[in-house]
């Protein structure tokens, strides 16, 4: 597999020479002897995805050989795998059409598509699962107590930064105003809290555990708490693999369905995967996932409201044109299918 750094990532898409599995693989559309355009037939799939426990349905898919053995009958010979940092970067990505498949999170997805993002959320990933972490030297004991501190976490857009910024307006502070919002990646949060550059982070698991175990801070709030089972990850594709090629988008949320079932039923298993592919302890891997409150999961009904809301949430904050609806946001035709089939296992 290939694995590209945000930087090199960034460097292909400006000289733009990164080739989109949907638009470019294979030959051109034909006509079927009926006169009707058929989809050019493709070969290759790009896919996003971040280096969190929230995603490991898709790397224990991609450890296992699964995403390339079940495409393979679809005429899918090479999966490209690319890692971001955060959300913001990868939707960028999918916006120039240079990924087919994301997981990533709801909400910069609904931010993208108010830019124009040709794509839908087909299936959940998980809920919850981030976590504001305190340094040590500051007491806490309700939201006021947050006033004047830095806080880092994911940039403008993403599920960290709107759910943060939603729960502090909630609880009666100006998050432009009150306190002083950062958007860093994990690692770099993760850096600036233990130099005490900043007070608190605000991230999805491990990096909380990270920071934990450093003696860096402590959890005062999770995720959860700020809005009960609210929608993170999600897995979205490319509208022109909705429509050219159907067929690969249901194996695709089969396939998720299928690395999800065997996470949940092999948590150990799947902390040992996550460890491999990121180079993370696994005891900090393990810790984190027996602390987090986030659960992987997969059908759309769990998150659709959650999602929505961000949308609205998202326009309150500016920064979107307009709130989206559920039917803007979902095509949940494809998980329909793949359950009333029964054909989550193989």
Not at 18 to 36: L, T
Not at 105 to 124: E, F, N, R
Not at 236 to 253: A, F, K, M, T
Not at 259 to 286: L, P, W
């Amino acid at each position: 597999m290939k694995k590209l750094g945000i930087l090199t990532l960034t460097l292909l898409l400006l000289a733009s020479i990164f080739v989109s599995g949907c638009a470019s693989d294979g030959e051109n559309a034909s006509e079927n002897e009926n006169g009707a355009e058929e989809a050019a037939a493709i070969t290759e799939l790009n896919i996003g995805y971040q280096p969190s426990t929230h995603q490991i349905a898709y790397m224990t898919a991609a450890g296992k050989g699964w995403w390339q053995a079940d495409l393979a009958p679809y005429g899918i010979t090479k999966i490209n795998e690319y890692q971001f940092p955060t959300g913001a970067p990868e939707m960028q990505a999918m916006l120039a059409g240079d990924l087919d498949v994301a997981y990533v999170g709801a909400a910069p997805v609904i931010t993208a598509l108010s830019q124009g993002l040709d794509a839908k959320i087909v299936t959940p990933v998980q809920i919850n699962g981030s976590s504001l972490v305190l340094r040590p030297e500051h007491e806490y004991e309700n939201p006021e107590d947050l006033r004047g501190l830095k806080i880092a976490t994911f940039p403008p857009g993403t599920i960290q930064d709107t759910l943060i910024r939603n729960w502090l307006k909630e609880n009666g502070l100006d998050p432009d105003k009150d306190v002083t919002i950062l958007g860093m990646t994990p690692g770099d949060a993760v850096t600036a809290i233990s130099a005490k550059q900043v007070d608190a982070v605000f991230l999805p698991h491990p990096s909380p555990t990270v920071v934990e175990r450093e003696g860096n801070g402590r959890t005062i709030v999770q995720s959860g708490e700020m809005e009960a089972n609210h929608s993170c990850c999600v897995l979205v594709v490319s509208g022109e693999l909705i429509r050219e090629h159907p067929d690969i988008v249901e194996q695709i949320v089969k396939t998720h369905i299928k690395a999800t079932e065997y996470n949940q039923a092999n948590v150990d298993e799947a902390a040992q995967i996550y460890s491999n592919k990121i180079n993370e302890d696994i005891e900090t891997v393990k810790k984190s996932l027996n602390e987090w409150d986030g659960a992987w999961i997969t059908d759309p009904a769990l998150i659709e409201n959650s999602a929505v809301n961000y949308s609205n949430v998202q326009y309150e904050l500016g920064y979107i044109p307009k709130s989206l609806t559920q039917e803007e946001i979902f095509d949940t035709s494809f998980y329909e299918n793949v359950t009333s089939e029964g054909q989550t296992q193989e």
